[in-house]
């Protein structure tokens, strides 16, 4: 009966990168009929969130989670609003109970966003319910993630197991900092990671080997459950079905182009360059001559990006690379993008979800990691011939004095 067939219930946190692997995976679960419904929490930081929710299949379940607000005032004002929303959803766990008890459905087990793991796991397991962990980097910020409470964060390098090196350089920028809103959760996060009945990655075999099997054997935690490669998580939809030909100015742009002639140029959801890097980088694709397709981003949050694009590439840019170039501020179907015909390259921040799009694709990757987990995944990249990576490129602190960029430029401190 339907009543004893698996229900599977998602539970996602703030951010694009984290939203559309779970719903990879929920869509990979269901059409294996396996029920599963994602639990929402709202309001989205982004607009692209509750877009993405909204156009979901009536075979993926929506159960809205309305967050406690958090008295902004116990946290610094510069605080990422992807993190604060992660801490509005971990202070909300003992909610959950409650908000299942109403939907009469049992749920067979959980799969909750690694960023929520210290406070949904004791709730689901005084509930009864398993519960699995999904990471939406790689297995390699994984072993970096887990390691985290047993290191010594001001070692040069990290060698974990013996099997990967990892800089001290490449260590998330918020990690540095002990009060970072980041840290404190990672730091609980990772604590309680052996509570979990398995963890599942987006990642595969050919791609992590040793990783993989070092997390398996013991070598990197002991405790830990299984870790399980589930990637690459199919893409959503009929990419061919959902997307006909010329449905979007970027799409019909790029039916226009040469075959395997384009460069697609992106810093994912929430990286914003601020206008002086912007300049800079506009001036380097000009300079190339490529042809590109540049998806710019000065705000962290969507809602945010308004006014023209002009304002940010400067005045003339648009018509000195018309024909050879476009640049679009809106959200593009980036899985479409890196499947057409046109696009060879991907000059990307190293997100996990476009590095493994762009595996998936065959699309090679010009890495330019920004921050968080990137420099780890930029590595990969390299080593596994995914791409290149001119990793003596440092991060750039964040906040940055108006100017900066160009100071730097010229060499002036
Ligand atoms: Br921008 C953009 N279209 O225009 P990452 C992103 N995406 O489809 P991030 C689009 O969002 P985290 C756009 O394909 C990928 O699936 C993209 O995730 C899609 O980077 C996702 O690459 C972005 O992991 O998230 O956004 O920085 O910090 O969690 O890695």
Same mark, same amino acid.
């Given at each position: 009966?339907? #009543? ?7 539970? $996602? ?12 995976? #929920? ?71 409650? =908000? ?42 994984? %072993? ?5 409470? +047993? ?18 350089? /490449? ?42 099997? #070092?997390?398996? /054997? ?6 830990? $459950?299984?870790?399980? #490669?589930?990637? $690459? ?24 182009? $040469? ?5 697609? &140029? ?18 380097? =694709? ?32 648009? %018509? ?11 959200? &593009? ?14 000059? +990307? ?8 799009? %762009? ?55």
């Amino acid at each position: 009966s339907a #009543a004893s067939l698996p229900h599977i219930l998602l539970i $996602p946190s703030a951010g694009m990168g984290h939203l559309v692997p779970f719903v990879r995976l #929920a869509t990979a679960l269901s059409v294996r009929r396996i029920a599963v419904s994602i639990l929402a929490a709202r309001p989205t930081v982004s607009a692209a969130e509750s877009h993405l929710l909204s156009s979901l299949p009536s075979s993926i379940p929506i159960l809205d989670f309305p967050l406690a607000p958090l008295d902004p005032s116990h946290f610094p004002p510069s605080s990422d609003p992807f993190y604060l929303h992660y801490e509005a959803l971990r202070r909300s766990a003992h909610l959950l109970p409650p =908000l299942l008890s109403v939907t009469g459905t049992s749920f067979s087990a959980l799969i909750i966003d690694v960023s929520i793991t210290s406070t949904f796991l004791p709730v689901a397991s005084a509930a009864n319910i398993p519960c699995l962990l999904l990471f939406t980097s790689s297995a390699s910020m994984f %072993a970096l993630y887990s390691s985290i409470p +047993s290191l010594s964060l001001s070692s040069p390098d990290f060698n974990i197991a013996g099997i990967l090196k990892i800089p001290n350089s /490449s260590l998330p920028p918020p990690l540095r900092d002990p009060t970072n809103l980041f840290t404190t959760q990672l730091v609980d996060n990772s604590r309680a990671l052996p509570l979990a009945q398995g963890i599942l990655i987006n990642t595969f075999p050919a791609l992590e080997t040793e990783v993989l099997i #070092a997390f398996n /054997s013991g070598q990197i935690v002991p405790s830990l $459950p299984p870790v399980i #490669a589930v990637g $690459p998580l199919p893409l959503l939809g009929n990419l061919a079905e959902n997307h006909p030909p010329g449905a979007s100015q970027a799409m019909r742009w790029l039916d226009e182009q $040469p075959e395997r002639s384009v460069m697609y &140029v992106s810093f994912g959801s929430r990286t914003a360059l601020p206008t002086e890097q912007i300049r800079e980088l506009g001036a380097g =694709l000009e300079m190339s001559g490529c042809r590109f397709l540049w998806v710019v981003k000065s705000t962290k949050v969507d809602r945010e990006e308004t006014g023209e694009i002009e304002e940010l590439v400067g005045k003339g840019y648009l %018509a000195r690379v018309e024909g050879r170039g476009l640049v679009v501020r809106e959200w &593009v179907e980036q899985m479409v993008v890196l499947s057409h015909r046109a696009v060879a390259g991907f000059l +990307s921040h190293c997100g996990w979800n476009s590095v493994m799009e %762009a595996v998936a694709a065959g699309v090679t990757v010009l890495a330019w990691p920004r921050t968080a987990d990137q420099r780890v995944n930029a590595a990969l990249v390299a080593r596994r011939g995914v791409g290149i990576w001119p990793d003596h490129w440092v991060w750039e602190a964040e906040p940055r004095r108006k100017g900066w960029w160009r100071r730097r430029r010229l060499g002036i401190r």
